[in-house]
């Protein structure tokens, strides 16, 4: 069964300008990662934020983690044409050491040149 | 840094024929491996995952197998493919919690 559930599922936007995407889950995590894919290859990893932290930032990429709300954002900021991809979050519950992360059904966001 | 390598990249097959796509992973050593799909504009679900040589844990009740024969390969097969088998398939290895899944680029299979 899908955890994470993002939103928006579609997102068009124009170079420059933010892009602020949200994830739901369900049940306890472990932690949380997001991740990218560009269209017909496989996904990369862009962050991961444990579930005792609220904040992390790499790069032009900002991640925040609300446990009380079971909720997620990530902020791309000053979006460009090469960000334009489906992004993914994905829950890791408290299953021993088998590392495996549910997904959710991903944002596709289009950044406009 | 890991690289998984999987094969082919796109497969056009029968119902009723069998399938074997394979992954290995380069880099690293005793990964968790998985074995994921995706349907066209949607998430990913896991299909299989395995902590170690020979061992397999099955996620959901479906026409397909995996096996690990060694450490750092990973292969899903199926005797007779369904139409409902039709998807991305993707490759992931891991090194367990607060560790990030690398991905192959997939091989995408159409069942005709």
């Known amino acids: 069964s899908q955890q994470g559930e993002e939103d928006p599922q579609a997102l068009s936007i124009q170079e420059g300008e933010n892009a602020t995407m949200n994830c739901s889950y369900k049940?306890?995590?472990?932690?949380l990662q997001w991740y990218r894919q560009n269209s017909g290859r496989g996904l990369v990893h862009l962050i991961l934020i444990r579930s005792n932290e609220r904040e992390k930032h790499s790069g032009r990429l900002r991640v925040t983690l609300d446990t009380s709300k079971k909720s997620s954002s990530l902020l791309i900021t000053a979006s460009r044409a090469a960000d334009t991809a489906s992004y993914f979050c994905a829950t890791l519950g408290f299953s021993g050491n088998t590392g495996k992360l549910i997904f959710g059904q991903g944002t596709t966001l289009q950044v406009k040149p | 840094s890991q690289t998984i390598h999987q094969w082919p990249a796109t497969l056009v097959q029968p119902v009723g024929s069998p399938l074997s796509l394979e992954c290995t992973v380069e880099?690293?050593?005793?990964?968790?491996l998985y074995w994921y799909r995706q349907a066209a504009g949607r998430g990913l679900q896991l299909l299989f995952y395995s902590v170690g040589i020979g061992q397999i844990s099955s996620e959901v009740p479906q026409n397909l197998s995996a096996s690990r024969p060694q450490d750092r390969q990973f292969i899903l097969s199926s005797k007779k493919l369904l139409l409902s088998d039709s998807g991305f398939y993707l490759c992931a290895s891991g090194a367990g919690v607060n560790s990030p899944l690398h991905f192959g680029n997939g091989t995408r299979l159409t069942v005709t």
């Open positions: 880099g690293t050593s005793n990964p968790n």
């Open positions: 049940t306890s995590i472990n932690n």
